[in-house]
């Protein structure tokens, strides 16, 4: 027996669905429709829910069952990564290209990844998110100062309250969307911002740790980190630059 999807009314301050009633197949589909707007936007991720769909469809909205997260605190760098990292030029910020971040997500080929999907139209809706503080991207550049160089890697997603929803990365040279994630990582885990939703399940992201938890238990600690205070400042001055090579060791 097929079950209807329902679509969301056009009213973006409008709830969703209940995440319980998400399909299992395809797993976490929960509804279609409505728009991309922030009110709509923040909304879904304070509820745990995404957005995901190709061009030419309607807005499709995700909350999987089992969710793939990283704990901040548990992003895996290879022992040979990391001593290449030691003696690395590279260095990273945040907030200082965010719609050139975007744009390498959406256009950057990686097999076995997520990436044609970043449309024009989420491309504009998370800039706008940016624009009102609340989408962050961190960036791994060749160099450092003013003049950091190219542009490497790197990874953007949204931040409600001490949650942090990362939704794409990407990367240039091998390795820099690795270093933007541990970059991001050791950023959060020193404010003591528990996880970093990564949304499905993929080899890549398991392989650099990420785990499985079940969405009840997920839910539970969004529902919390959203309700904090947002810290005070921006991400790009609390973020500073950091030198590449101040990864290469653990906390």
């Known amino acids: ?18 995440v319980a009633s998400a399909m299992r197949e395809p797993d976490g589909l929960l509804a279609a429709g409505g728009d991309l707007s922030p009110t709509r936007l923040l909304s879904a ?18 909350s ?37 971040v975007i744009a390498a997500c959406a256009t950057t080929p990686r097999p076995g990844q997520r990436g044609t999907w970043i449309t024009g139209d989420m491309q504009a809706a998370y800039l706008e998110l940016h624009r009102q503080g609340h989408a962050h991207s ?18 953007y997603g949204v931040a409600i309250g001490q949650m942090f929803f990362g939704e794409s990365m990407f990367s240039v040279a091998s390795g820099g969307s690795k270093v933007a994630l541990a970059g991001l990582a050791r950023f959060l885990h020193r404010q003591g911002w528990p996880l ?4 499905v399940e993929n080899p890549h992201l398991r392989s650099l740790g990420a785990v499985s938890m ?28 950091c030198p590449a090579s101040r990864l290469a060791n653990p906390d």
């Open 45 to 62: 991720y304070a509820q745990g829910i995404f957005p995901w769909f190709s061009e030419g469809e309607p807005i499709l909205w995700w």
């Open 138 to 155: 961190v960036e791994v550049f060749e160099g450092n100062g003013a003049d950091g160089g190219r542009l490497l890697g790197g990874i």
């Open 1 to 18: 027996m097929s079950i209807a999807l329902p679509w969301l009314d056009a009213d973006p301050r409008a709830p969703f669905p209940p």
């Open 214 to 241: 079940p969405r009840a238990g997920f839910l539970e600690i969004v529902r919390r980190q959203v309700a904090l205070p947002s810290p005070d400042g921006s991400w790009q001055a609390r973020f500073g630059e």
């Open 196 to 199: 970093i939703d990564a949304q």
């Open 64 to 100: 999987p069952d089992p969710r793939m997260v990283f704990r901040a605190d548990g992003v895996r760098l290879s022992s040979k990564f990391r001593r290449q990292l030691r003696s690395s030029p590279w260095t990273l910020r945040a907030d200082t290209a965010f719609e050139a």
